[in-house]
């Protein structure tokens, strides 16, 4: 692994036991009351009753679980083994052991270390681009991991927020990807409560919209929908407000801009038809 990455990963390594044991993730109320996915996601994919779900870059598994909690069978994988102990752990603890599996691994990895294997759904969750250099060779694995006909879910925070900085009220880092000029922070918090972390430093990437996408379809998939958001679903900027969904939103009396996205694609089956219309 590059070293850039060996330092996100250890900074992930330092997040996990902070992330368990706080009020934003309240691990103890998700076993008790073992929910699972949220509706925008089940009105997206459907019942996956059976189904084969590997979620990319899965932390310590809780998104993960809600799609076996639907009867999915899940595959999470992620690069941080304090991360996937955890899942491991948690998966146990919530007795879905029997349809869940969790894998350490970089995520450009995924097609090598999983041997292969095809899924029905390949899924990636908030907070997950940022972290990957390069977006292209993620899109071959994700086109790796699809059996035909089979469909990606992502949502992310949208890369246009990712320009400002921490106050949201300037735009100092670039939209485009830039592989050999990441973004550089040292800081001591995470984006939930809980105590300070020992392991500061983190390198991240911006991706435009137009590059993911772009990503995707120069590897064999189809765009099925693009939705973007005036929502996300952590404090990205203080002055964001949470609304009666428990989104958080931009107040009013303030422009509204996007704050997330969702992607949807599939790959085509033998003998459909795909056009290449990506240019970035």
């Keep these: 692994m590059e070293p850039r990455l ?49 979620h990319l870059q899965c932390h310590f598994g809780m998104d993960t679980l809600r799609w076996a909690q639907e009867g999915a069978i ?11 102990d955890e899942a491991t752990s948690l998966a146990q603890r919530a007795g879905l052991s029997e ?87 040292d800081s001591t918090s995470t984006y939930t409560d809980g105590e300070e972390l020992s392991a500061t430093r983190t390198y991240e990437w911006n991706h435009s919209i137009g590059e993911i996408i772009c990503a995707l379809i120069k590897h064999g998939l189809v765009l099925d929908s693009l939705s973007e958001h005036d929502w996300t679903l952590f404090q990205q900027f203080p002055w964001l407000v949470e609304n009666a ?18 992607l949807l694609l599939h790959l085509p089956s033998k003998g459909d038809e795909q056009l290449d219309f990506c240019q970035v």
């Design 245 to 262: 969904s428990g989104q958080l939103v931009v107040p009013e009396g303030r422009p509204r801009i996007p704050l997330s996205f969702t």
């Design 6 to 54: 060996e330092t996100n990963r250890d900074n992930w390594n330092n997040r996990v036991k902070v992330h368990v044991e706080s009020r934003f993730y309240d691990v103890e109320g998700w076993l008790r009351d073992t929910p699972g996915p949220p509706p925008r996601e089940m009105e997206a994919l459907g019942n996956l009753e059976g189904k084969s779900l590997v």
């Design 99 to 185: 349809r869940a599996s969790f894998v350490c691994a970089n995520v450009y990895d995924a097609p090598q270390v999983l041997s292969g294997s095809r899924f029905d759904i390949v899924y990636v969750s908030l907070g997950s681009l940022c972290w990957l250099p390069d977006v292209a060779s993620w899109g071959a694995v994700v086109a790796d991991l699809l059996a035909p006909g089979g469909r990606l879910y992502l949502h992310d925070v949208h890369p246009f927020t990712s320009c400002f900085d921490d106050a949201g009220e300037r735009v100092i880092y670039g939209y485009f990807e830039e592989p050999n000029s990441p973004f550089i922070f």
């Design 74 to 84: 899940v595959t999470g994988l992620d690069f941080s083994p304090a991360a996937i």
